[in-house]
């Protein structure tokens, strides 16, 4: 029987893991290990998996080292054959360990599942989020084969051997965002095939459920794909999308000389904003504050800066 160990990167996580870990617990797959790394307890983390009633290994660090650490910590503990990557905020179906691990059955590749996002509902997820997932899977399940490293991210796995043969997580990535991708594009960078798996999309707790959390994501993720251009050179992700026309020019303009601090403001205006005009306008708004966030975010980040 092939043994599965799900890895599960945790800061904060007090309120999500009892549900996750219920989840995990109903696996139909009859050999799971689970691995929760809690990268600094701020929270009584430490606590909810000690009272835990299914077993859990725990690593737990002492102060926070990143996501990077905390997912290398988790994969050196794991002693199972399938390595599966699973954030905190996730509730798999019962199937989904059994999915993960059917798909190594044959040659080495690398898995991902999609996530199932779950709004309250708001004038952000009526506006924008629930639309734009749609138009993300869509998107994520015609891409071509050779660009589907894209996608790596809290829900993937690989085999032992894989794990073994791409290495750790680089720790160029502290903030948020691309140290999957990066993990992702070295999979691609050693032939080994990336593949989507339907059956393995998981229900998802923690989008982004504003425009001011979806704009900081953007401007962060845009600044992190500067150090994945240090690593692997600018030609590896392809172009930056910096829209052309009116609407590019709109983009840009907002986006010109906006720090974090900036990008917050206009977000939390757009918020308010949402609540009042027409969907479609709210569509509009929310999308400029995004796409202008991910360049100003890229265009902040300096090439020349040193990694961290």
Same mark, same amino acid.
């Given at each position: 029987m092939t043994r599965a160990s799900v890895i599960v990167p945790s800061r904060g996580g007090a309120q999500r893991l009892p549900r996750l870990l +219920? +989840? !995990?617990g109903a696996q139909t797959h009859p050999d799971v290990e689970i691995i929760v $790394? $809690?990268?600094g307890d701020i929270d %009584?983390?430490?606590t $909810? !998996? #000690?009272r835990s009633p299914i077993t859990v290994r725990r690593v737990v660090f002492t102060e926070n080292k990143g996501r990077s650490a905390a997912l290398n910590a988790g994969f050196a503990a794991a002693t199972g054959d399938v390595l599966i990557r699973c954030d905190d905020d996730l509730e798999p179906a019962p199937e989904w360990v059994a999915a993960h691990v059917a798909a190594h +059955? %044959? #040659?080495s590749v690398g898995v991902i599942g999609l996530y199932r996002n779950v709004y309250p509902d708001s004038p952000y997820a009526r506006a924008y989020g629930r639309k734009a997932d749609l138009l993300f899977a869509e998107e994520a399940y015609a891409t071509p084969a050779e660009r589907t490293w894209r996608y790596w991210a809290g829900n993937a796995s690989v085999t032992r051997e894989t794990f073994a043969l791409i290495g750790p997580y680089s720790s160029a990535y502290r903030s948020y965002g691309w140290e999957d991708v990066d993990w992702g594009y070295r999979l691609h960078a050693a032939s080994v095939p990336v593949r989507m798996l339907p059956s393995a999309e998981s229900i998802h707790h923690s989008p982004s459920v504003s425009a001011a959390i979806r704009s900081r994501r953007a401007y962060l993720s845009g600044s992190a794909r500067r150090t994945f251009e240090r690593l692997h050179g600018v030609d590896a992700a392809g172009p930056l999308n910096?829209? %052309?026309g009116v609407w590019g020019g709109a983009v840009r303009a907002l986006a010109w000389r906006a720090d974090e601090a900036r990008v917050q403001r206009v977000a939390s205006f757009v918020d308010r904003l949402i609540a009042v005009v027409p969907r479609p306008v709210g569509e509009k708004l929310v999308a400029l504050t995004v796409e202008s966030a991910a360049i100003a975010g890229y265009d902040r980040n300096e090439p020349s800066r040193s990694l961290v």
């Amino acid at each position: 029987m092939t043994r599965a160990s799900v890895i599960v990167p945790s800061r904060g996580g007090a309120q999500r893991l009892p549900r996750l870990l +219920a +989840a !995990l617990g109903a696996q139909t797959h009859p050999d799971v290990e689970i691995i929760v $790394v $809690v990268d600094g307890d701020i929270d %009584g983390s430490e606590t $909810v !998996l #000690e009272r835990s009633p299914i077993t859990v290994r725990r690593v737990v660090f002492t102060e926070n080292k990143g996501r990077s650490a905390a997912l290398n910590a988790g994969f050196a503990a794991a002693t199972g054959d399938v390595l599966i990557r699973c954030d905190d905020d996730l509730e798999p179906a019962p199937e989904w360990v059994a999915a993960h691990v059917a798909a190594h +059955a %044959g #040659e080495s590749v690398g898995v991902i599942g999609l996530y199932r996002n779950v709004y309250p509902d708001s004038p952000y997820a009526r506006a924008y989020g629930r639309k734009a997932d749609l138009l993300f899977a869509e998107e994520a399940y015609a891409t071509p084969a050779e660009r589907t490293w894209r996608y790596w991210a809290g829900n993937a796995s690989v085999t032992r051997e894989t794990f073994a043969l791409i290495g750790p997580y680089s720790s160029a990535y502290r903030s948020y965002g691309w140290e999957d991708v990066d993990w992702g594009y070295r999979l691609h960078a050693a032939s080994v095939p990336v593949r989507m798996l339907p059956s393995a999309e998981s229900i998802h707790h923690s989008p982004s459920v504003s425009a001011a959390i979806r704009s900081r994501r953007a401007y962060l993720s845009g600044s992190a794909r500067r150090t994945f251009e240090r690593l692997h050179g600018v030609d590896a992700a392809g172009p930056l999308n910096r829209p %052309g026309g009116v609407w590019g020019g709109a983009v840009r303009a907002l986006a010109w000389r906006a720090d974090e601090a900036r990008v917050q403001r206009v977000a939390s205006f757009v918020d308010r904003l949402i609540a009042v005009v027409p969907r479609p306008v709210g569509e509009k708004l929310v999308a400029l504050t995004v796409e202008s966030a991910a360049i100003a975010g890229y265009d902040r980040n300096e090439p020349s800066r040193s990694l961290v």
